[in-house]
């Protein structure tokens, strides 16, 4: 079975999320330098991007996403959640990033303990 490539967002040294430094024009040789994003949706491989945009010309009406992949309903769902899992991942680091910052304030003497505890409360019951 032939495995579907995804655009590279890791370095394939080292797995570090990587940055795009610089755009290129092929047609008047014009380079673009800085710092850019890369988004989300390119940690999806083509044939997930492919059903994002039927899903997207489909209005999310899953009955016509079944009739013009000729897929069924199950199929639908499973290809859904599989890429919700994809971009839901680049979402846990914030989270990670948030409790860091709760232990970091703790350690600066900013939180007591009973604090920081209301504190990831109250951004549990946001989600």
Not at 97 to 107: D, P, S, V
Request: aromatic share 6%; charged share 30%.
């Amino acid at each position: 079975m032939k495995r579907e490539s995804k655009n590279l967002v890791n370095c394939p040294v080292c797995t570090a999320r990587l940055s795009i430094k610089e755009f290129y024009c092929e047609e008047c040789h014009t380079s673009i330098r800085g710092s850019f994003p890369i988004s989300e949706l390119s940690r999806l491989s083509k044939d997930q991007l492919y059903f994002v945009k039927v899903f997207l010309l489909s209005q999310g009406n899953i009955k016509e996403v079944e009739k013009k992949l000729s897929i069924s309903y199950p199929t639908v769902k499973n290809k859904l959640a599989e890429i919700i899992d994809i971009i839901s991942e680049s979402h846990s680091t914030n989270k990670d990033n948030e409790m860091y910052n709760i232990l970091e304030e703790i350690e600066n003497g900013l939180l007591d303990v009973d604090e920081a505890i209301i504190k990831i409360n109250k951004r549990r019951n946001l989600r």
